[in-house]
């Protein structure tokens, strides 16, 4: 396609199938060749998001030196700080899945948080029906197992929608999420409120085989490890089958994959579910590790965080364990924030926006000059 | 290097417009307490609210009470940390705030509390108070909850409603039914009948703690079914407050004195007031006789103990003396035992709840899941 | 009770037919913009705090119009000059305008602002079910009223809104007469921005005369989500704002009612309605938007 007339969403919005493209062809300079310019890039990226992030904090009249170390300190300062952060990023981790699969899929996935809460729910229904009669380890498979079925669900009612009546996925899927929560908010009030909660609105807690071990520090459990398990899964899956083959067909050419003779709806509808089952999955180690119980609020503006570390990582199920772990440890780094510098919380949404605009900004072909 | 740079310009530039521009003139933050996380032997006490400490509301409340406990005590450092969702995520900012030297710990959002005792566990050396749970079965030696009779005050600026409607319609808007709103709808509606009987009170449920937009509709909701006295229980106030004033209606506040918002509408409302009881409680904990304290336990007060927390905000010039010597009396018993939920007490049913002579105790109130009778709402 | 739910549409429905409107300009050309979102917090808040600071809600309009477009330039710059994605940049550009709106916001929280008073029109207000739907309502909304005959006759019947099609249509084309698509993008996604800014001013110094953090609580989202079931058409779009609103007011009125249906349920309705409508309505829209558009959701 000619460079002149091409809009600019043209070359690089149908979500990036290049990475593997990239490392097959023979031409390409060496990893050690590379290197040089990636550490390069990053120092610029980290550097130019702090210096702007801190020229917001003197405009608002606050030092940045502190409030950048208190967050430091709360994200990354200590072993239980970085326990922290590995709890935060479990779920932004299978959120940014969520995205990532039908990413490649050339879909847009903004309905993680309803997915992740389906998934919460799932689990918990799952959990009440053994009622504890299974062993441990069983149980959280089986929660699990529910938990995905669950948020695979409720992806297809995107997926189903834009296959059936071509209605934009992105728009369903985020209002989507409103629903979700506020069936959480029914659920934790209603039919599942605890009755020895004192009046509190949140379901029965959950203390047996329903609960992850600690393993590490007071808090961590193995979740993180469930999620890096399934970004590795999931890798191996879109790089090595024919199916994460289609799924990169599609998401670069569609018209030509129909022509091809691939079943673009149903593949379609198949990556949403994988994306969906992702985000479940996130949901039932929030209610199993963290949790123990659903409550109205759980996960509020994961989803986001996670379709946004998708996009960081390129949708590259491996390079999404380090974007989630980066935006994990900002959102922990609000709370430093907020203790010691008397800002808003909601202040580290800037730099998450930051590193954002660094690296899609940078990161993308710049627009088409006229030649 | 020269796009980046170029890109890094741009959105400096970009970055700064907008910043400007959204914030007029940037008035200074307080420079807050310094990030300095070492325990330095002073004593420390760590805040944590729900929402914005400046909201007109529950947390600007919380937040005063911090700050006169702060210039009462003196010798104390105090750590402030706002917006902290009821989630595990709470847990993470409390042990913040231990790693910042953090020896007592205000939780003071009704959602947090059990965040509190698992952090509680953990820190047997720290000392937790939680603002408006129950304790439970999960006693531990380093916590305790707190709490007015936040029903009082309601009861009373509903007799102030009761009187001063026309239309005998009251309008009540609120987030979720969450017990503590539960007993302030009735206590209010029960106030407002004991000197108008045809009183009764129509509730929105807004399903937020604060979007000003729904809040604004909402008024106009109640403004439609002839109510013209409107009160409340969100986080932030401003707006149906205003828009109950702009329409000629009257308002009941709650939290804070909003009165100089309302100049013309202001009956009464209820505020709080929690800067004395901040203060005993710190100078307990200093003093180490937290263990020993009614405050290690679920402490409450009332009009009856003499320092509940929630008191009533001054009388709009509406407000007769008769009616103000009425409200005095009916204070006078409740500081003599009585209770605004004082059987009989029925429920929107007709079903009798407390039976004559009968009183609930501060549990039964604080897990109250039922309207009284001539409530308009559905629970659920 | 029509008569009511009707006013609270158009009262609460105000601020997302302004960011609708410009949505739709911004889509028109090619671009999809889910900044909106943060463009309408900018705007609610600079509206609030140069309404506070001046004294004069005109200029703090003016200045949430300026917010919400300064907003909406870093987006055009990601996207049109990076070529970065537009989905995507557009959630970045929301997350921006939520974190600069919660940092600078904080002085601003609970002040009394000067409202944008309510205009009743003479005449027309004392009608019977119009009056109160239409004629009893602060300025900016009448200003809704005429945006949308205006906008839409700018878009069919002015060179400006012929150019503005072709650049989401067949950009090809404009760039034959010497035009460029990427120039016309970046007027439509700043014009976008400004609406929403306006949008923004609407609700917090008209409708609720407040500001608090997020409280635009998805509303620009909302409005993106209208765009599309509106087919680009403005008077649609209004119809689907008010639809939207609509919903609220109706859940508030029932609620006010007593009615038996459950609070969850009602509190959902205007998500479901939405959804619901869009669904119905997407299967002839197909060749309705601007292809450039379609390109973003190509599948």
Redesign the interface.
């Known amino acids: 396609m000619t460079a002149v007339d091409a809009p600019p969403s043209e070359t690089d919005d149908a979500p990036d199938p290049a990475p593997v493209v990239a490392e097959e062809t023979g031409g390409e300079p060496t990893f050690a060749q590379r290197l040089p310019r990636v550490v390069a890039r990053w120092a610029a990226i980290i550097v130019s998001t702090i210096v702007i992030f801190s020229a917001f904090l003197l405009a608002k009249g606050a030092d940045p030196g502190p409030v950048l170390e208190a967050m430091w300190k709360t994200a990354m300062g200590t072993p239980d700080s970085i326990g922290e952060t590995l709890i935060r990023a479990t779920p932004i981790l299978l959120a940014a899945l969520a995205a990532a699969v039908p990413a490649r899929a050339g879909l847009f996935n903004l309905g993680g948080e309803g997915q992740l809460l389906m998934g919460a729910i799932g689990a918990i229904l799952v959990a009440d029906q053994l009622d504890g009669g299974a062993p441990g380890f069983l149980t959280l498979v089986l929660m699990a197992v529910g938990a995905a079925a669950l948020g695979a669900a409720w992806a297809a009612l995107p997926a189903l929608l834009k296959v059936v009546t071509r209605t934009n996925e992105a728009i369903s899927s985020l209002l989507l999420n409103y629903i979700a929560a506020i069936i959480v908010t029914w659920l934790c009030f209603e039919p599942w409120k605890d009755p020895a909660s004192l009046g509190q609105a949140y379901s029965r807690e959950m203390t047996g085989p329903e609960r992850f071990p600690v393993i590490w520090g007071e808090r961590v459990h193995p979740g993180i490890f469930v999620a890096i398990g399934a970004a590795v899964v999931l890798w191996a899956v879109l790089k090595y089958t024919t199916w994460g083959f289609k799924l990169r067909v599609i998401g670069g050419n569609p018209s030509a994959a129909r022509r091809a003779g691939l079943a673009v709806g149903g593949l379609s509808v198949a990556a949403m579910c994988v994306g969906g089952a992702m985000a479940g999955l996130g949901g039932m180690i929030e209610i199993a590790g963290t949790e123990g119980r659903l409550r109205p609020g759980l996960l509020a503006g994961v989803g986001f965080i996670g379709f946004l570390a998708s996009w960081l990582a390129k949708h590259d199920p491996l390079k999404c364990i380090l974007s989630a772990f980066i935006l994990g440890a900002i959102a922990v780094g609000g709370s430093g924030l907020k203790i010691s510098a008397g800002l808003s919380g909601g202040a580290v949404n800037i730099l998450m926006a930051l590193v954002l605009f660094a690296v899609l900004g940078w990161g993308s072909k710049p627009a088409a000059k006229e030649s | 290097?020269s796009?980046?740079i170029r890109?890094?310009a741009?959105?400096?530039g970009?970055?700064?417009?907008?910043?400007?521009?959204?914030?007029?003139?940037?008035?200074?933050?307080?420079?807050?307490?310094?990030?300095d996380?070492k325990d330095d032997g002073e004593f420390t006490v760590?805040f944590i609210y729900v929402g914005?400490k400046?909201?007109?509301g529950y947390n600007?409340a919380a937040y005063e009470g911090s700050k006169a406990m702060e210039s009462e005590v003196g010798d104390v450092k105090v750590?402030?940390?706002?917006?902290?969702?009821?989630?595990?995520?709470s847990?993470?900012?409390m042990?913040?705030?231990i790693?910042?030297g953090a020896d007592l710990i205000f939780a003071t959002s009704?959602?947090h509390?059990?965040f509190a005792q698992n952090v509680a566990e953990?820190n047997p050396d720290v000392t937790f108070v939680h603002q408006g749970?129950?304790e439970?079965?999960n006693k531990l030696d380093n916590v305790g909850t707190y709490f007015g009779t936040v029903y009082e005050p309601v009861y009373l600026a509903g007799i102030a409603a009761g009187k001063a409607t026309k239309t005998n319609k009251l309008?009540y808007i609120y987030a979720?039914?969450?017990?503590?709103t539960l007993a302030n709808i009735n206590a209010f509606t029960l106030g407002a009948q004991s000197v108008n009987p045809d009183a009764e009170t129509?509730?929105?449920?807004t399903?937020?703690w604060?979007?000003?937009?729904?809040?604004?509709?909402?008024v106009?909701?109640?403004l439609?079914?002839d109510v013209d006295v409107i009160t409340q229980h969100q986080d932030?106030t401003?707006?149906i407050i205003?828009?109950t004033e702009?329409a000629g209606a009257m308002s009941v506040g709650y939290h804070a004195d909003a009165s100089e918002?309302a100049p013309k509408g202001w009956i009464t409302g209820s505020e709080w007031n929690w800067g004395p009881l901040y203060t005993d409680i710190v100078k307990t904990v200093m003093a180490g006789d937290f263990k020993d304290s009614p405050y290690n336990g679920d402490y409450r007060v009332g009009l009856q103990t003499g320092d509940n927390p929630f008191v009533q905000s001054k009388y709009g010039t509406m407000v007769d003396d008769e009616t103000k010597a009425q409200i005095e009396e009916v204070k006078q018993s409740f500081i003599d035992g009585g209770s605004p939920f004082a059987g009989p007490v029925k429920d929107q049913s007709g079903k009798v709840v407390y039976k004559e002579g009968e009183q609930p105790t501060y549990?039964e109130v604080?897990?109250?899941?039922f309207f009284v009778e001539g409530v308009?709402?559905?629970i659920? | 009770m029509i008569e009511q739910v009707l006013t609270g549409a158009v009262a609460g429905g105000t601020c997302i037919v302004f960011a609708g409107l410009g949505e739709i300009v911004a889509e028109r050309s090619g671009v999809i913009n889910l900044g909106t979102e943060g463009s309408m917090l900018c705007g609610a808040l600079a509206a609030y705090a140069v309404g506070i600071q001046t004294g004069n809600p005109w200029i703090g309009v003016a200045a949430g119009m300026l917010a919400g477009l300064a907003l909406s330039a870093v987006f055009a710059a990601m996207v049109l000059l990076r070529n970065a994605n537009q989905i995507a940049m557009g959630l970045v550009v929301s997350f921006l305008g939520i974190g600069i709106t919660a940092l600078f916001g904080q002085d601003y929280v609970g002040k009394g602002v000067v409202p944008l008073e309510t205009w009743d029109i003479p005449g027309l207000s004392k009608l019977p079910f119009l009056g109160p739907v239409l004629f009893q309502h602060d300025p900016l909304t009448y200003l809704s009223f005429l945006a949308v005959p205006a906008l839409t006759w700018v878009i069919w019947r002015t060179r400006a809104g012929l150019v503005l099609r072709a650049a989401g249509e067949g950009p090809e084309v404009l760039e034959i007469y010497g035009t460029s698509a990427t120039r016309v993008r970046w007027v439509a996604v700043l014009f976008g921005g400004a609406m929403a800014g306006i949008g923004g001013a609407q609700l917090s110094t008209a409708s609720t005369l407040n500001w608090s953090e997020q409280m635009t609580v998805g509303r620009g989202y909302v409005a993106v989500a209208l765009v599309i079931f509106a087919g680009w058409v403005p008077y649609k779009l209004m119809l689907g704002a008010y639809l939207f609103s609509g919903a609220i007011a109706l859940n508030l009125y029932l609620q006010a009612q007593g009615s038996d249906i459950s609070q969850y349920i009602l509190q959902s309705l205007p998500y479901v309605l939405v959804l619901v409508v869009l669904a119905l309505l997407s299967r002839r829209r197909i060749h309705g938007g601007p292809a450039a558009l379609e390109k973003v959701f190509e599948s």
């Not at chain 2, 700064?16 to 307490?33: D, I, T, Y």
């Not at chain 2, 129509?202 to 449920?205: D, V």
Request: hydrophobic residues 35%; contains cysteine; charged residues 20%.
């Open positions: 290097m796009r980046p890109a890094l741009m959105l400096l970009l970055s700064l417009v907008v910043a400007l521009a959204a914030c007029g003139s940037a008035e200074s933050a307080s420079s807050g307490s310094g990030g996380s760590g914005p400046d909201d007109f600007q750590l402030q940390a706002e917006n902290v969702p009821e989630t595990a995520e847990e993470q900012v042990q913040d705030m790693d910042q009704y959602g509390l059990e953990k749970g129950l439970g079965e309008g979720f039914p969450i017990p503590q129509i509730t929105i449920a399903g937020s604060c979007d000003p937009s729904v809040q604004s509709q909402a106009e909701s109640l439609d079914q932030c401003k707006t205003e828009a702009a918002l549990d604080e897990t109250m899941d308009t709402g559905k659920g």
